[in-house]
């Protein structure tokens, strides 16, 4: 019988030298020495008052370290940020064996402000004394991004007092309807309990609806159309978007051809990205040059914009609606679209797509003069979603 290397996991004390684990050339060395060297975190310190008195806190330049590391790896939970600093012996590292709770880490990043924009140009100007800016082309585009509030909670003035009159007539209803009942028979515990949250939920939000109303103003766009509101987070607004509806922000980045750095970023509350065109190109005033050229994709195409930008005298290559129909580059593009979608299936052009489900077999209905047909779904979609990335079936 052939014998193998025993596996051994029992505990044990392994030397690990937390200095070496952040190797020069990689993103936390430049971090670390940035922060420490480079920034000026006056602003984030002033806020401490423990001289004398008081627990001693975590530097500021510790908690921005980390944030900034876990930012890199796509971590923006504070609880799995507290979770590296706990297990991952590079964050173990930059943090210098700290271990803040994500409470604390979630009030460091939210107390940020407006010093945050601060440290941002520190950076940008960091960038540009070593040579990362070119100056040749400023590239503008966004994407949106849900916000931490419910797209049901939105709508005009008008639409959320309707809201709150249809609940306070339902929570109306419910207590009529308790009553009879209690007349009539003695309910269930469990059931009068239920009804009373239900009272209790629609009181609370058609008050929460009723005091939003009279503290805030209706939303206007820039041409005083009348814009929904969000009780939960008025500076957001409902967008469509290619996987549907959100209540989010529009994030908007201005981002140099030289290194890719970002030169400009900014949120705004409005599905329209013709409006923040312009705003976006005065934030890069300070870094662009009269032979900077602004490309910018159909979205910010406007007349205004394009007037706007030829009076200020600034280049810019804004894409039209028309201009894949007009580039040549673009005249085989159709090919691309009629491809099948791997996770759908098309019977005829009579019938609906029908989502294939990751399962060993599946029912998809055709005509109703035909039987079901079942198909071995789980290895077909995955066989077609590899050939139209170009792979092998395996």
Request: net charge positive.
């Amino acid at each position: 019988m052939a014998r193998f290397k025993e596996i051994d996991r029992s505990p044990r004390f392994l030397p690990v030298v937390l200095e070496a684990q952040i190797q020069p050339g990689s993103f936390e060395y430049a971090l670390d020495y940035l922060v420490d060297h480079e920034l000026d975190l006056a602003g984030l310190a002033a806020r401490y008052r423990n001289d004398e008195t008081g627990a001693p806190a975590y530097d500021p330049a510790v908690m921005l370290k980390i944030v900034l590391l876990a930012y890199s790896r796509g971590m923006v939970s504070s609880r799995a940020i507290e979770r590296a600093c706990r297990e991952n012996v590079l964050f173990i590292a930059i943090s210098g064996d700290n271990t803040p709770q994500f409470t604390t880490i979630a009030k460091f990043v939210r107390e940020l402000g407006e010093e945050i924009a601060a440290l941002f140009q520190q950076v940008l100007m960091t960038c540009d004394a070593q040579g990362l800016i070119g100056r040749h082309m400023f590239a503008i585009d966004g994407v949106k991004l849900s916000s931490n509030a419910s797209k049901h909670r939105s709508g005009t003035h008008d639409e959320l007092a309707h809201r709150a009159d249809r609940m306070e007539q339902a929570v109306a209803k419910m207590l009529d309807t308790h009553r009879q009942r209690d007349v009539q028979t003695e309910s269930a515990d469990s059931e009068a309990q239920a009804r009373q949250r239900s009272i209790e939920r629609l009181q609370s939000e058609a008050q929460r609806i009723r005091n939003f109303l009279l503290t805030q103003k209706e939303r206007k766009s820039t041409k005083g159309v009348v814009r929904k509101s969000n009780v939960t987070d008025n500076d957001s607004a409902k967008m469509a978007t290619s996987k549907g509806v959100l209540q989010g922000y529009t994030a908007i980045a201005a981002v140099d051809s030289q290194h890719q750095i970002i030169v400009a970023a900014q949120a705004h509350g409005s599905g329209s990205e013709q409006n923040a065109l312009l705003p976006m190109v005065r934030s890069t005033d300070g870094l662009r040059t009269q032979e900077t050229m602004i490309t910018a994709d159909a979205g910010y195409h406007s007349e205004a914009n394009l007037k706007e930008l030829h009076e200020a005298g600034i280049s810019a290559l804004i894409a039209d609606g028309m201009m894949r129909k007009r580039d040549e580059r673009f005249k085989e593009q159709a090919k691309y679209k009629a491809l099948q979608d791997p996770l759908y299936v098309r019977q005829d052009q009579d019938s609906k797509y029908h989502q294939v489900q990751a399962v060993p077999a599946c029912r998809l209905p055709v005509r109703r003069s035909k039987p079901d047909l079942h198909l071995p779904c789980r290895a077909s979609a995955l066989q077609q979603r590899q050939s139209v990335q170009g792979q092998g079936p395996y």
